[in-house]
């Protein structure tokens, strides 16, 4: 028994009591599909739990850099503080390409789309992992 489970624990642990003790409980195989896809989806709330703030603020300091603009820091660590300072640091990005894209500035495009291109790789570790069991 954990006596302080992260929420990625108890997430993966409510996926596995899913996947090993429900599961075989049920004959229905509309119900199998529909659990088979919250054990994704539960498995990739474990990631995004375990990692969400940390890729924000890798990912910030990543666009200060390159951007050469100081993005500041969230409020708090609270994830809705977080958010919000994320939009702001997205916006610092969408500004850069907009002046790149207007300035004609190709080399530029293309360093500001690999900042892009890393937050669509975090972001398919999370909905990537969606398979959508019976689905398709």
Do not use: C
């Amino acid at each position: 028994m954990l006596t302080r489970p992260t929420t990625e624990q108890l997430l993966v642990g409510i996926a596995a009591d899913l996947r090993n003790l429900v599961l075989a409980e049920v004959s229905s195989e509309p119900v199998k599909v529909l659990l088979g896809q919250i054990d994704q989806i539960l498995r990739g709330l474990a990631e995004r739990a375990s990692h969400e703030i940390a890729w924000m603020h890798e990912e910030a300091d990543t666009i200060s850099a390159v951007t050469g603009t100081e993005v500041g820091w969230p409020a708090s660590l609270h994830l809705e503080d977080v958010i919000t300072w994320y939009g702001e640091v997205s916006r610092v990005l969408s500004t850069a390409i907009d002046a790149a894209f207007a300035d004609g500035d190709t080399v530029r495009v293309a360093e500001l789309k690999r900042l892009l291109d890393t937050r669509s790789a975090n972001e398919m570790k999370i909905v990537g992992t969606l398979d959508l069991v019976g689905r398709g």
